[in-house]
């Protein structure tokens, strides 16, 4: 049955490593120590920003994409917490709430694929609901782009408004209202009037189709920078002053070259670019999630450096946000 997961100190204790004379985040990171996730129960705890795992890679799946993004969350999480705890960043910031369990579903179908991406949708905004009625910054790390529907939608209804969203992206993930997958979350927020503003940074020209250039071309919310224009421009910065009071920042890790995901590329961002979008405008976003990255993918294809990337750009976020 699908469920939140939430860890106890001994789980996350599991996944330290020991060394004399340090101090790991691990060490220092607040849990939530309730059976059950609450508004209250979230205001109860000091941290500002609450973890949060969504490992899967159904919706990538119900977008005909390669299986692989479900193996990122427990190695990242490894990896974030075995960073040191130091005058840069304690871990007392941060609660490591959990990571959703979530069943396969019967069929490899299509259409049940796309189906069980509606049933995490009516998992994952709830959760994310609360976090962000409880005053509290959601870091989100997935699991496909699917998610960030629920996301969208979990922070609208918090605000109650709803609100724009930067998603730093080779894809636009506009493709039509056709049942859920990971590409078209942000369709369907649209749709249901939780997002507001759509910016696009980063988009490849070579991988959106006429379709959804036209509806980018004339929708006035939706803002796009195309890569192969920040090729030739080095100063365009995404238009990053024109964002409302509530903005969420979407990262998928397919536009950063050479990182392990289903739409993996050789050219796009490097993990550089990002690092520094992240630490030079954190305070603007009120979420921060990461997404399609992968340590194996189902192809055989496999990574050791995603997890410490993911944990690099986690703790750049916490770090730009408290500074």
């Not at 599991?14 to 060394?19: E, N, S």
Request: glycine residues 8%; aromatic residues 8%.
């Amino acid at each position: 049955m699908d469920k939140l997961k939430i860890l106890s100190q001994s789980d996350i204790n599991h996944l330290i490593i020991q060394r004399d004379g340090e101090t790991r985040l691990g060490e220092r990171v607040n849990i939530y120590r309730h059976d059950v996730i609450s508004v209250d129960g979230l205001k109860a705890n000091d941290s500002k920003f609450v973890l949060l795992g969504i490992p899967e890679d159904i919706g990538v799946r119900a977008n005909a994409g390669i299986a692989g993004a479900a193996s990122a969350w427990r190695t990242s999480l490894t990896a974030f917490l075995n960073i040191q705890s130091n005058r840069f960043l304690n871990g007392e910031e941060i609660l490591v709430l959990g990571y959703f369990e979530i069943d396969e579903p019967e069929e490899s179908t299509i259409r049940a694929l796309r189906n069980k991406v509606a049933e995490i949708d009516e998992l994952v905004y709830p959760v994310i609901e609360k976090i962000v009625a409880a005053g509290k910054v959601p870091i989100v790390i997935g699991g496909g782009h699917n998610n960030a529907y629920g996301i969208i939608k979990g922070t609208s209804l918090a605000c109650k408004e709803p609100i724009d969203v930067l998603n730093v992206d080779a894809h636009a993930d506009l493709r039509e209202l056709e049942g859920r997958h990971s590409g078209n979350g942000f369709s369907y927020a649209l749709k249901e009037n939780h997002l507001d503003h759509y910016f696009m940074y980063g988009l490849h020209q070579n991988y959106n189709n006429e379709a959804i250039l036209s509806q980018i071309e004339s929708n006035p919310k939706l803002k796009a920078v195309f890569f192969d224009d920040i090729l030739m421009d080095a100063g365009n910065n995404g238009h990053f002053d024109e964002f409302g009071p509530v903005t969420g920042l979407e990262i998928d890790l397919d536009c950063i070259q050479n990182v392990l995901s289903s739409a993996e590329t050789p050219s796009g961002f490097e993990v550089n670019d990002i690092r520094k979008l992240i630490l030079m405008h954190a305070k603007k976003f009120s979420y921060l999630h990461l997404c399609e990255g992968a340590t194996r993918m189902l192809d055989g294809r496999v990574s050791k450096l995603t997890s410490k990337l993911i944990a690099y750009l986690v703790s750049d976020f916490v770090k730009a946000h408290i500074s």
